[in-house]
């Protein structure tokens, strides 16, 4: 379902009430939603769409997987998030996985952005410069 211009501005604006110092607050998003399915304006099912993914994308933003050819020390961990957390503010959450086809190195992804340090990486950047 496409939402139209008059649902998404609206769902921004729900979005932006539902903010506490840059972190979405679970509990506003709850009254708005239930809010706004009492009352029924018009349009609301478009603005709940427009509002759902809204709510997804800044999931995705304070979100970092980080990937490592082998375990990470609870140190480097500590420091990893320290230094995402520097970057991308507050309310990051962070999950640490190891992947042995990497090889050697940290794969991070944050929302859209991903930084490969692996030896993975850059052979296959190698191999796409041949």
């Known amino acids: 379902m496409k939402a ?8 921004k ?3 932006r009430l539902c903010l506490v110092d840059g972190v979405l607050d679970v ?21 709940l769409s427009a509002f759902r993914r809204l709510i997804t ?3 995705e933003e304070h979100t970092a997987r980080i990937e490592s050819a082998t375990p990470l020390s ?3 961990q500590a420091r990893l998030r320290a230094g995402l957390t520097r970057l ?10 190891h992947n ?19 030896v993975k990486g850059r ?8």
């Open 4 to 11: 139209s211009r008059q649902a998404r501005r609206e769902a």
């Open 13 to 15: 604006e729900l979005f």
């Open 27 to 47: 509990a506003r998003v709850r009254q708005a939603v239930t809010q706004l399915t009492k009352n029924k304006p018009r349009g609301y099912l478009g603005t």
């Open 57 to 59: 994308l800044d999931a």
């Open 74 to 76: 609870p140190e480097l």
């Open 88 to 97: 991308y503010g507050p309310g990051l959450s962070t999950s640490f996985t």
């Open 100 to 118: 042995s086809e990497l090889i050697g190195g940290v794969r991070m992804q944050v929302g859209s952005d991903v930084y490969d340090g692996t």
């Open 123 to 130: 052979l296959a950047a190698l191999e796409r410069s041949f």
